[in-house]
C-alpha cells in the first residue's frame, strides 16, 4: 500500500510542515525596498526573527547559527534570501530588501553568538512533544502490506526535508512524510527494527514508528547535533552535540530527557561532540571528542563497575570516589585528537583518524589507551570503514576524502597491506556479507562524480565503474537483507534511488527522489552488517 497521506506530528502542520530548507521568516515589511541604513538587528527583528526566533536558535525555522549552516556556502545564502526557497515557506525578499541589506543579514547569521546559549535540563524538557496519547493503542504488526518487514529501507531526502520508508523487495515506497530541517548523522533502528530515531542539525530528535505510520515523540536535545545513537538493549538514546558541548541522554520510549552530560577534559577544557555510538556488546555509548584527545565510554549496563577519575586506593573495596551515576563517562586520553572512528567486529578496538597528517590510531577500549599507529594517506574517511575476511584474516577497507585510494589494513597486525587508486577522493564505501564486491564513491571528486567502482574484495581489483547519471554525484550504496541488490544515491534535487542487480551490475529499477542523501536498511542495521557503517 503506498500513500503520501500519513499520520504527521504537530509539526508537520499548515505553520510549518514544509519545513525550510533555510531561512528567513515569513513576516516582511510592505511597500517599497527599505533603506539601507536600517540596522541589522532591526532588520532580523523584523523580517526573520518570527519564523527563527529572536536570539536566531530557531523556531518553526531552522537555528541561523555559524554551527548549524556549515553546509551553506555564504553566496548560497545570499542567493536563498534573494530568491527564496521553492516548495517551502521562504519567499523572496528581492524586492523587500536592497542587495546590501540582504548582505547584512548574511553576514549576520554567520556570526558566532556572544556567549554559548544556555540549553540544558530545563530548555529540554520545555520543548518536549507527544504525538501520540499514552493511552493510544498502537498496532504491534506493520498496517500496510510487507513481505519482509526487516528488508524495509528509510531514505533521507534532504532536497525537501522528507524521508521515505521504502519496501526492498518490491522496491516500491510505503510512504513519504516530512522531517525536521536537515537531518544528520543517519537515522538509527531500535532493536527490533520497529522504530526509528532521527537527528536534525538543529538538535531535534524525532521517534518515527514504523509499523504504524506515526511519529511518536520528538524533543530538542541541543541547538546543533552531530548525531544520535539508540542503546543495545533499546532504552536510551544518547544525542552528541556541538553546541552546548554536551552528551544528552534520552529515554527512548518516549524521549523524555535523563540526563544532560556536560563534555570536559580532565583539565577542565570544554569541547564539541563529534559522534557518538552504540556499542552493543558493551553496553555502553562511545563519543568521540572534538576539541580534547579523549574518548568516552558511558555505560548503560545498571551492573557495570564503578568508574574512578582520581587515584583509588583500594579497588576492592571501593576506597575511592567514583564518579556519580547514572553514565559515568569512563575517559580514554590520548596523545592526538580522535574525531571520529571505525569499530572492528568485537567492539575492542576503535580505529580512527589522528589530526596528525597521514597517521591513524588504534585504540583498545578494554587497556583504554591507542595500541598502534596506522600509517594513511591524506584524511582517510574511516567511519565509513567495512570489514571482511581475506585469506584467513579480517581486513577493513576505507576510503579516502583527500586523495583518490582506498587502503586496505590487516586487523591482525594494523598494517596497511594495500593501496587501491580510484578516480577520486570518496565518501562512502558498502558492501554485504553475501557478496564478493565493495562499492566506493568519488563523489569529492571534481570531474568523476558521478561515478562508482566496484572492487573485488578477493583480489582488489576494481572491475567495474558505473555511472549512475552523467553530471551528477553519485554516492552511499547500501544493499537489501540479502545482499542480492544494491541502491545508491543520485545527490541532486532531481535525483533518484537506482537499484542494480549486485552480481551483474545492471540497472534493475530507478526511483526519482529529491536529493536521496542516504538510505538505510533495517536488518543490516540492526544486526551490524560487516559491509556498512554502525
Known sequence: MATDSVALPKFASRASRILPWLFLGVVYASGAVASPSVP??????????????????????????????????????????????????????????????IAQLAKLIYQPLPEVPRW??????????????????????????????????????????????????RFE?????????????????????????????????SKYDIYNLKFIAEVRAGINTRNAAVSGDGKYVAVGNYLPHSIVILDARDLTPVKVIEVKGHDGKSSRVSAVYD??????????????????????????????????????????????GPFPPKRIRLDDYLDDFFFDQEYVHIVGASREAGKGQIVNLDVRRRIATLDLPGMPHLGSGITWERNGHMVMATPNLREGVVSIIDMNNWKVVQRIDTLGPGFFMRSHENTPYAWVDAMMSPKDKDKIQIIDKRTFKVVKTLTPAPGKTAAHTEFTRDGKYALVSVWDVDGALVIYDAATFKEVKRLPMKKPSGKYNVYNKITRS?????
Open 40 to 101: 541589522t538587528d532591526r532588520l532580523y527583528a523584523e523580517h526573520c526573527a518570527s519564523c527563527h526566533g529572536p536570539d536566531r536558535l530557531g523556531a518553526i525555522g531552522p537555528a541561523l547559527l555559524p554551527e548549524n549552516l556549515g553546509r551553506l556556502k555564504r553566496e548560497e545564502a545570499v542567493a536563498t534570501i534573494r530568491e527564496g526557497r521553492v516548495a517551502t515557506q521562504m519567499p523572496p525578499f528581492r524586492d523587500k530588501l536592497s542587495a546590501e541589506q
Open 120 to 169: 540544558g535540563m530545563k530548555e529540554i524538557r520545555a520543548s518536549h512533544l507527544l504525538h501520540v496519547k499514552p493511552d493510544e493503542k498502537l498496532s504491534d504488526k506493520p498496517v500496510f502490506k510487507v513481505g519482509d518487514p526487516l528488508n524495509l529501507f528509510i531514505v533521507v531526502e534532504l532536497g525537501d526535508h522528507h524521508a521515505t520508508l521504502l519496501d526492498g523487495d
Open 173 to 205: 515506497p510505503i510512504a513519504r512524510f516530512p522531517t525536521r530541517f536537515a537531518l544528520h548523522g543517519g537515522p538509527k533502528f531500535s532493536p527490533d527494527g520497529r522504530y526509528v530515531y532521527f537527528a536534525s542539525r538543529d538538535g531535534w530528535i
Open 279 to 324: 556499542a552493543a556488546p558493551r553496553k555502553s555509548f562511545i563519543a568521540a571528542l572534538k576539541d580534547i584527545p579523549e574518548v568516552w565510554e558511558i555505560t548503560y549496563d545498571e551492573h557495570a563497575e564503578p568508574v574512578y577519575e582520581g587515584m583509588v586506593h583500594d579497588f576492592k573495596y571501593g576506597e575511592g570516589i567514583a564518579v556519580p
Open 530 to 534: 560487516a559491509g556498512t557503517s554502525h
